[in-house]
């Protein structure tokens, strides 16, 4: 089973449009859980954050299911420039800075 | 106040030969990690590295890789005997101070091509 579980799309939607993206970990210690962008296979870029009683910023939304190991991201009123791919994050064994990561989730946002 | 620099931007070498990858913290950071991209895959972690020391190399293949952050200057991760295998994204990333929470910064990262 992999560490951090993400469907790898593609997830083709028109703009305006409401997507979410799911994510599964498999180390119940991990404490530190992110959403990361990633353009063309460009650096990737922090999105957010993502703490147990849910955050949001802007059109964008995380939240954290510790219980089912289970992560998601929901983006609202969809921009052509969000499309890229979104990589869900968590920090990995032995805690600190050492990033597991998601194979990623491609979105195209198309008029 | 620039951010993290790696260098080169694309590295072409033939099978056999050695790459070395390059990387500036941002400024005042002090703590260096190495990720590796390979085709169609997420990032794997390689290594993590302090000023002169290595904190943790559990990434990194056991033979032919190697990574250094000296006292002064970049940090360097080195492919000896490179196969095509190695082809891949390897992207270098600093932090400030270490922690769960603290923000990491990723270089544009060195596209590794091996004919």
């Known amino acids: 089973r992999k560490e951090v579980e993400q469907d790898p799309g593609p997830f083709n939607v028109p703009e305006g449009a409401t997507v979410a993206f799911n994510c599964t970990y498999s180390n119940s210690a991990s404490q530190s859980f992110f959403w990361y962008r990633q353009d063309c296979r460009k650096e990737p870029k922090l999105l957010m954050s993502?703490?147990?009683s849910g955050n949001e910023d802007g059109r964008f939304t995380a939240q954290l299911n510790r219980a089912s190991q289970y992560i998601s991201l929901l983006i609202r009123d969809s921009k052509l420039s969000d499309s890229a791919t979104y990589l869900c994050v968590v920090n990995g064994e032995g805690g600190g800075n050492k990033l597991t990561f998601g194979t990623g989730t491609q979105l195209k946002v198309e008029l | 106040n620039a951010g993290v620099m790696q260098n080169p931007r694309h590295l072409v070498r033939r099978r056999g030969q050695e790459a070395r990858l390059r990387c500036s913290p941002m400024?005042?950071?002090?703590?260096v990690y190495w990720y590796r991209q390979l085709p169609e895959e997420g990032l794997k972690f390689m290594v993590y590295l302090q000023k002169e020391n290595i904190i943790d190399e559990s990434g990194m293949p056991k033979e032919r890789f190697s990574a250094e952050f000296p006292k002064e200057g970049p940090s360097i991760l080195r492919i000896q005997q490179v196969v095509r295998g190695d082809s891949a994204a390897y992207f270098c990333?600093?932090?400030?101070?270490?922690?769960?929470?603290?923000?990491?910064?990723f270089g544009s990262g060195t596209q590794l091509s091996v004919l």
């Open positions: 990333a600093s932090s400030l101070m270490t922690g769960e929470n603290e923000k990491l910064f």
């Open positions: 993502v703490y147990s």
């Open positions: 400024k005042g950071h002090s703590h």
